[in-house]
């Protein structure tokens, strides 16, 4: 159902000694998995998640999405793709000004869906995640648990055929990740395909789901019941002794000359360059306002806004969160002309 074939990404191919963040990567996910990518900060998980959707786009080889070869999609076509994939994020990324249940519906708004389909799927999606009874409340009075929980109900109440889980629990109590967890195997049982990047060991290690592991853009171990290891948790190896970069790269190379200043040895810091989520009665179903959201600083793939208070939390990695103006890969996306489906524009 998901065939990454051959799969180069290299972010920055321009620069004195780029780095591929996925390199030479061929994975298969079947219809109805629940697949586990663990692997050290920087590994490349998501990466290769971001592909399915094209929030980013491979340098080479193939990557298919349900019978559809999205390598190369046209930024046109990628709204369509985007209605099977639902994406949940570590910071939940929810719009701080709109209620729990205009957040699930804005991602139905986007899309241009009729208002009564709203009024059948917004509470369907709220009472798979268990938050029917706070249809009405803003996310400021949500628990941790809970707007991830909204960030569930909001990307499956489309019914996608993925989705797609980018560190999910990594700022949620372990109780509260479990809880998360028992969330999504009720909708894998239903038949979605979930493909979850996570450092969360206990969750690994409980679900015994099929476990790839990637490490410095490469799979390199693949289990059907896998388990967690403590490499899982480590750093990538910038700090590992890298040999000098061949004469001719030297000579040749004449911008961007930062990443082998880094390391102070005039090698690059890494050469891997090969070279390369029942109808509620309190549920404000009134017509909601589509307008523009001001308050809103950037936009998430599963059909949210990323709200300016969230953008606050901190992810675990060295990176700050996915999609904040640290992370350049909305940056990315924009400037490839290749647009989040339910993006606002300012
Ligand atoms: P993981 O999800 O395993 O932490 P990522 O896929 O986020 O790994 O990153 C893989 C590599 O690609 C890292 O070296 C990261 O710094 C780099 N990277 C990710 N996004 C970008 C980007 N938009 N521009 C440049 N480099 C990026």
């Not at 999910?168 to 949620?172: A, F, Q, Y």
């Not at 589509?290 to 809103?296: A, E, H, I, L």
């Given at each position: 159902m998901i065939q990454w074939s051959d799969v180069v990404v290299c972010y920055e191919p321009d620069v004195r000694y780029p780095v591929n963040a996925l390199d030479h990567v061929s994975l298969r996910v079947g219809a109805g998995e629940w697949v586990f990518f663990v692997g050290p900060s920087g590994a490349g998980k998501s990466t290769l998640l971001k592909l399915v959707y094209c929030g980013a786009r491979a340098t080479s080889g193939k990557i298919v999405v349900d019978d559809q070869?999205?390598?190369?999609?046209a930024a046109r076509e990628i709204p369509l793709l985007r209605r099977k994939v639902g994406v949940i994020f570590q910071?939940?990324?929810?719009?701080?000004?709109?209620?729990v249940w205009e957040n699930v519906a804005f991602a139905l708004q986007v899309i241009g869906a009729p208002q009564k389909r709203l009024v059948r799927d917004v509470p369907r999606a709220l009472e798979t995640v268990g938050l029917t009874h706070k249809a009405g409340a803003q996310p400021h009075e949500l628990s941790g648990g809970e707007a991830q929980r909204v960030a569930i109900a909001r990307a499956i109440v489309n019914d996608p055929k993925i989705l797609i889980a980018d560190e999910?629990?990594?700022?949620?109590d372990p109780q509260t990740a479990a809880d998360i967890a028992q969330v999504l195997r009720k909708i894998n049982e239903r038949g979605t395909t979930i493909l979850m990047a996570t450092h969360d060991r206990a969750l690994v290690d409980a679900m015994k789901n099929r476990v790839v592991r990637i490490a410095e853009g490469r799979v390199v171990s693949d289990e059907a019941q896998g388990v967690y290891h403590p490499e899982d948790d480590e750093p990538r190896s910038d700090a590992l002794p890298t040999p000098a970069p061949p004469a001719s790269s030297v000579i040749s190379a004449t911008r961007n000359s930062s990443a082998a200043d880094a390391t102070g040895t005039g090698a690059p810091s890494r050469v891997r360059v090969s070279v390369a989520p029942a109808p509620v009665a309190a549920a404000p179903v009134a017509p909601i306002s589509?307008?523009?959201?001001?308050?809103?600083s950037g936009i998430a793939a599963d059909g949210a806004a990323r709200a300016d208070d969230n953008a606050a939390a901190k992810a675990r990695d060295h990176k700050a969160p996915i999609g904040s103006p640290e992370n350049p890969i909305v940056q990315l996306e924009r400037s490839s002309d290749n647009k989040l489906p339910h993006e606002v524009e300012r």
């Open positions: 070869d999205v390598t190369r999609l910071d939940f990324q929810l719009l701080a000004q709109k209620t999910p629990t990594g700022n949620l589509v307008t523009p959201d001001t308050s809103v």
